[in-house]
T-cell receptor, first 112, second 112 residues
Framework: NAGVTQTPKFQVLKTGQSMTLQCAQD?????MYWYRQDPGMGLRLIYY???????DKGEVPNGYNVSRLNKREFSLRLESAAPSQTSVYFC???????????FGQGTRLTVV | GENVEQHPSTLSIQEGDSAVIKCTYS??????FPWYKQELGKRPQLIID?????GEKKDQRIAVTLNKTAKHFSLHITETQPEDSAVYFC???????????FGQGTRLTINP
């Protein structure tokens, strides 16, 4: 039982490049999330997916797109990376409201 | 929507002292209140949670209290140890909720 798996763990991009962060969970959870965490800051919600086939914007969606490929996978795409997107990105999942959320190990992204 | 406020943002205490972190929430429908601990460079992990039908819950040195009337809940850590140093996040959710709303985080430092 791997829980929530994110790839890659580290990435350096040049301004304007694109990339996709991958997230997969094996706990049969309905809801999946993408957060970003800047140094010394809290967790800010980028996008979430309450169920397969649905996605909604969170607190800071600009510059990002997401895809809920199936129940297991939820990807985050940066179409044209900017230095302001340098951050640690966490994927998380939970079954429904009122249950524990599980986090992936994080992706440390640097945009130069 | 739900909003969670967390205080203080930083807390520095001596080893052996007690730590208290407080959170307030806005949505009276919230009935699930977890606390997460994030050690440096790691993912947030659940340490304790409480549901609205319970006023207090303890697990060894940590406890959480809930006041539904006042819409606030608190984390208490007694006999603090250096390994308690971390960032702590409170959160709120409810049955069937699509989101888990986090507080801003508290950086706890235990000085030997």
């Amino acid at each position: 039982n791997a829980g929530v798996t994110q790839t890659p763990k580290f990435q350096v991009l040049k301004t304007g490049q694109s990339m996709t962060l991958q997230c997969a969970q094996d706990m049969n959870h309905n809801s999946m999330y993408w957060y970003r965490q800047d140094p010394g800051m809290g967790l800010r919600l980028i996008y979430y997916s309450a169920s397969e086939g649905t996605t909604d914007k969170g607190e800071v969606p600009n510059g990002y797109n997401v895809s809920r490929l199936n129940k297991r996978e939820f990807s985050l795409r940066l179409e044209s990376a900017a230095p302001s997107q340098t951050s640690v990105y966490f994927c998380a999942s939970f079954h429904a409201g009122g249950t524990e959320a599980f986090f992936g190990q994080g992706t440390r992204l640097t945009v130069v | 929507g739900e909003n969670v406020e967390q205080h203080p943002s930083t807390l520095s205490i001596q080893e052996g002292d007690s730590a208290v972190i407080k959170c307030t929430y806005s949505d009276s429908a919230s009935n699930y209140f977890p606390w997460y601990k994030q050690e440096l460079g790691k993912r947030p992990q659940l340490i304790i949670d409480i549901r609205s039908n319970v006023g207090e819950k303890k697990d060894q040195r940590i406890a959480v209290t809930l006041n539904k009337t006042a819409k606030h809940f608190s984390l208490h850590i007694t006999e603090t140890q250096p390994e308690d140093s971390a960032v702590y996040f409170c959160a709120a959710s409810w049955e069937g909720a699509q989101k888990l709303v986090f507080g801003q985080g508290t950086r706890l430092t235990i000085n030997p």
